[in-house]
């Protein structure tokens, strides 16, 4: 069975420093992974996903994730963090059915002037 | 751009009790799900639907729970007889295709059963 895995419930960065989210998933084939972000009373929006190919992609908003197949991971980044980013980060598996997407528990980023 | 809505935004209702839970899908959208996220837990896949029917569900998508497109734009999550558990948030998707294809999300309807 699919799993995901984000370590970090809670990250605080100051507003203009470096910022990543850490993401391991479990699965047994190629993985098609997403990143959504979902601000107070919205709902999820997706950040970027990969599929195959550059295992760097970026995304909207400045962000971008690198697959790393031997180390199960999917890392978001961004450079520079503006008060804006400040979210609820969801990063999520896609099954080969691409019925269903598995969640991980997300990390909540505050962002500190 | 276009969306995907759900109403009501919010749900009471009481234990035992009926409830329809309505999204509009992106209109070109040819695959819809419905995942929800019970308060400080994961967001959890529930079923997804295609060609009229029900292509795959999750164990938590039992016999209490249906989905239906009425017409050419609803889809509809119904939970027979409500319990307090699925006091959830639940968020309606669409997605023009599937496997790559993006799934995008409604605002939620936050149903709180009493």
């Known amino acids: 069975a699919q799993s995901v895995t984000q370590p970090d419930i809670h990250i605080t960065v100051s507003e203009g420093a470096s910022l990543e989210l850490r993401c391991n998933y479990s699965?047994?084939?190629?993985?098609?992974l997403f990143w959504y972000v979902q601000s107070p009373g919205q709902g999820l929006q997706l950040l970027l996903k990969?599929?195959?190919?550059?295992?760097l992609v970026q995304g909207i908003k400045g962000f971008e994730a690198e697959f790393k197949r031997s180390q199960s991971s999917f890392n978001l980044r961004k450079p520079s963090v503006h008060w804006s980013d400040a979210a609820e980060y969801f990063c999520a598996v896609g099954n080969n059915a691409g019925n269903m997407l598995t969640f991980g528990g997300g990390t909540r980023l505050m962002v500190k002037p | 751009e276009p969306e995907v809505t759900q109403t009501p935004s919010h749900q009471v209702t009481q234990m035992g009790q009926e409830v329809i839970l309505r999204c509009v899908p992106i209109?070109?959208?040819?695959?819809f799900y419905w995942y929800r996220q019970i308060l400080g837990q994961k967001v959890e896949f529930l079923v997804s639907?295609?060609?009229?029917?029900?292509?795959?569900k999750s164990e938590i998508f039992d016999d209490q729970f249906s989905v239906e497109r009425p017409d050419g734009s609803n889809f509809t999550l119904k939970i027979r007889s409500t319990k307090l558990e699925d006091s959830a948030m639940y968020f309606c998707?669409?997605?023009?295709?599937?496997?790559?294809?993006?799934?995008?999300f409604g605002p939620g309807t936050r149903l709180t059963v009493l």
């Open positions: 990969y599929f195959s190919g550059d295992t």
């Open positions: 699965y047994g084939a190629t993985p098609y």
């Open positions: 998707a669409s997605s023009e295709g599937y496997l790559t294809d993006t799934q995008y």
């Open positions: 639907f295609y060609n009229n029917e029900i292509s795959e």
């Open positions: 209109s070109n959208h040819l695959y």
